[in-house]
């Protein structure tokens, strides 16, 4: 790795317009496992042989590494309710239910690899689990008007955080899901997957209002920064 790499600068970013309040009309969430549901109800039998675990968004609309075989979840016999949505480091592993709704929604916005389920030696019951990876990558977040933590790497850049952050509408379009080209490990949420989500009554979301001052106030506390008092 080149020194320029090695020695990321981070600092604070502000648009000019990132305190104006948001009049779009469109509401964008960081979505993320919940992670107080407790441990993975699974462990992943043959990770080394298969090679899976490397999600995407890779350039040219990829989800997943080449890999042979099919991931083995083992779901541990005890644990009776298993959310719809798991993360296994950045890898998302939800249920068919959860797949079919974001399949729905957006179709084009992630890839999904079968696993095979068992429990107790048997094949799980009822429901089967996805690998799922985002492909849709857009340069969409409005740098006037957001609050951004950026990394420098060499003459490029990065998103470790979003503090407040807009979209530009005419970037996004139709997407109700994708990753901003600067920061490929967030997946980004419109108003409408999420609402679709809570009407299914999938398990395991957890939403983060990126227009949120009381967001924003959280990651700053994080970076020495005063906290917002309000938009003006």
Known sequence: MSEKFEKAIEYLHIGPM?????TSGRKFFEVRADRTIGRL??????????????????????????????PILRFNPRRKRIPDLNQYGRLWIVSDRAKNVLARVDPEAFEFRPTESVR???????????????????DAVDEDRSEIWIGRLGDNYTYPSLH?????????????????????????????????????????????????????????????????????
């Open 41 to 70: 109800p699974f462990d992943v039998v043959n990770e080394e042989e298969v090679g899976f675990y490397k999600p995407g968004p890779y350039p040219g609309g990829i989800g997943f590494p080449i890999y042979q075989g099919v």
């Open 120 to 138: 107790g030696g048997k094949p799980l019951e009822r429901d089967s689990y996805w690998l799922c990876a985002p492909i849709r990558i857009l």
């Open 164 to 232: 407040l952050a807009r979209m530009r509408l005419e970037v996004v379009g139709d997407a109700h899901a994708f990753c901003p080209m600067r920061s490929l490990s967030l997946i980004i949420f419109d108003e409408i997957m999420v609402d679709k989500i809570k009407s299914a009554e999938l398990t395991g979301f957890i939403y983060l209002d990126l227009q949120s001052i009381e967001r924003a106030n959280r990651l700053r506390a994080l970076h020495s920064l005063p906290p917002l008092s309000a938009l003006n």
């Open 18 to 22: 990132a305190y104006k309040p948001e």
